[in-house]
Nanobody, 125 residues
């Protein structure tokens, strides 16, 4: 009924660049925070970048200066531009949104947290 759709990802050589995008389903009319996490098997999911309701951009320490997050609030979409990739950036990247307000038929709902299905990013050395 409500979901996030990710695109991008794939295989890249170290030092290269890659972009990810994520958009919410058409029935979403508002979102508070929206951004990206990533996860390596056996590890906890970690913050990559987040755009907050107040317009702040937060980045995980390992990606600061290399990754850039942008957001189109009207389209409920975020874009993550990843540059100077290293093998340590290899992970499954998950789109995330919180306080997702959406409409289903005549009714309005709020989803506290919503995750995308994940997209694999692999950086070869």
């Amino acid at each position: 009924q409500v979901h996030l759709v990710e695109s991008g990802g794939g295989l890249m050589q170290a030092g290269g660049s890659l972009g990810l995008s994520c958009h919410g389903s058409d029935n979403i009319y508002d979102i508070n925070d929206m951004g990206w996490y990533r996860q390596v098997p056996g590890n906890q999911r970690e913050l990559v970048a987040m755009s907050t309701l107040g317009g702040r951009l937060d980045y995980g320490g390992s990606v600061k200066g290399r990754f850039t997050l942008s957001r189109d609030t009207a389209k409920n979409t975020v874009y993550l531009q990843m540059s100077n990739l290293t093998p340590e950036d290899t992970a499954v990247y998950y789109c995330y949104a919180n306080s997702v307000r959406y409409k289903n038929g005549f009714f309005y709902f709020t989803e506290a947290e919503l995750w995308g299905q994940g997209t694999q990013v692999t950086v070869a050395s």
